[in-house]
């Protein structure tokens, strides 16, 4: 598995969008039993704070120390530095296993047989994500311009998946039909560019180049973007979620 998060853990812990309750109120729906979660892949454990709400317990894992040392302490929430393919988890452990925008960076094969393993009779795992932000048509022509023109070729390969909708994983559960989700955020223009700023691509191409890449949009977005203006910004949720068996 890849870490491109490990560096700047801090703005992803601020800028990174997070789920609606929405989204999570419709997965407990079809929970049995709220004894234990994994939430893997968890980065700053933006889901594992709210699954810790509803749960006895969460187990958070992820191979990013940097990223764990960014996550909410809560007294239910045990955060541990593991892979998503190797875990020193129990079989039967879990009633339900999440992953947050992180699967497309799993090998699928390894990651599955572990969830099977660790999985307790009944239980379900919820794949998560989110796409790209819509926002007003200006704006929206810009950012295009900084994902596809400028920086296109230096997102990793695993990118499509999020571009398909997680629609070519492979899914080897029970799926449930899931309905549509969007987060909806009223953001200032210092929001937008830390956001911006925590795109995998962005930090590839400013290794290379040595140059933050998002600096070469930034004059056209203040044109339509006053520092002091609040916009909307929205952004579709990908969901897919199955029965394990």
Known sequence: MKDNFSDQSNLYQQFRPTYPTELLDWIYQHVSNFDSA??????NGQIASELAIKFNHVFATDISAQQLANAPILPNITYSKQAAEQTNFANASFD????GQAI????????????????????????VGYGKFNSEPDIDTIIEKLYTDIIGTYWDKERIYIEEKYLTIPFPFTELQCPHFSKVYSWSFPQLIGYLETWSAVKHYQKEKNHNPVDLIKKD???????????????????????IS
Do not use: Q, S
């Open 96 to 99: 339900l296993i999440t992953v």
């Open 38 to 43: 994994w939430d893997c892949g968890t980065g």
């Open 104 to 127: 497309h960076w799993f090998d699928f094969e390894k990651f599955y047989a572990e969830v099977k393993r660790t999985a307790k009779t009944n239980a379900l795992i919820a794949v």
């Open 221 to 243: 977005l203040e044109k339509v973007w006053k520092e002091a203006e609040v916009k909307e910004v929205k952004f579709p949720i990908i969901t897919r979620m199955g029965r």
